[in-house]
């Protein structure tokens, strides 16, 4: 009674390694598991209406630029000479935030903040080119410094707010 249940036993378990290694068991998964049911209803249609967007009024947009170039230079002068990357990815965020906020301005002040961009642009060349070492490094963020105190002093929104285009 034994063997014969051994034999039942090993019997059933080659027929199951049989069809697992055949390749047969995605399809009596497939004949065992439940089919979902047909939605009832019509089909919905989305229908997507163009929303016409004003653009921000330029006050708004130096604000927001001002404050984004302040704390992208405030981190690339804290961390310069740390992660290249990051001070390529700061100094090129740092640029794109100064030209946002020379388009509100007026020509003569937009034309001022451009020579500082260009100081800034100078430094992202050198520091692109040349791979600084420590007290390079320690130099420019001393420059970088100097320059973002000028540019905050000069450019702060209460003192270019009768600059700013209507």
Not at 33 to 60: H, I, L, S, T
Not at 118 to 136: I, N, S, V, W
Not at 153 to 163: G, N, Q, T, Y
Request: proline share 4%; with cysteine.
């Amino acid at each position: 009674m034994k063997k014969n249940l051994k034999k039942c036993f090993h019997s059933v378990l080659v027929l199951i390694l049989c069809i697992g290694v055949s390749g047969c068991g995605a399809q009596w998964k497939k004949k065992f598991v439940r089919k979902r049911a047909p939605q009832e209803g019509p089909e919905q249609v989305f229908v997507y209406e163009p929303k016409d967007y004003r653009p921000e009024p330029n006050p708004v947009l130096y604000k927001r630029s001002f404050v984004f170039w302040k704390s992208w230079q405030e981190e690339l002068i804290n961390r310069l000479g740390e992660n290249r990357a990051a001070d390529v990815r700061g100094f090129e965020e740092v640029l794109k935030n100064l030209d946002e906020m020379k388009g509100c301005l007026k020509d003569q002040k937009a034309a001022e903040l451009e020579m500082y961009r260009k100081k800034l642009y100078d430094f992202y060349k050198t520091y692109k080119e040349d791979d600084l070492d420590k007290p390079a490094a320690m130099h420019m963020q001393q420059d970088l410094d100097r320059l973002m105190l000028k540019m905050d002093k000069l450019f702060r929104f209460s003192r270019v707010e009768k600059d700013i285009k209507e």
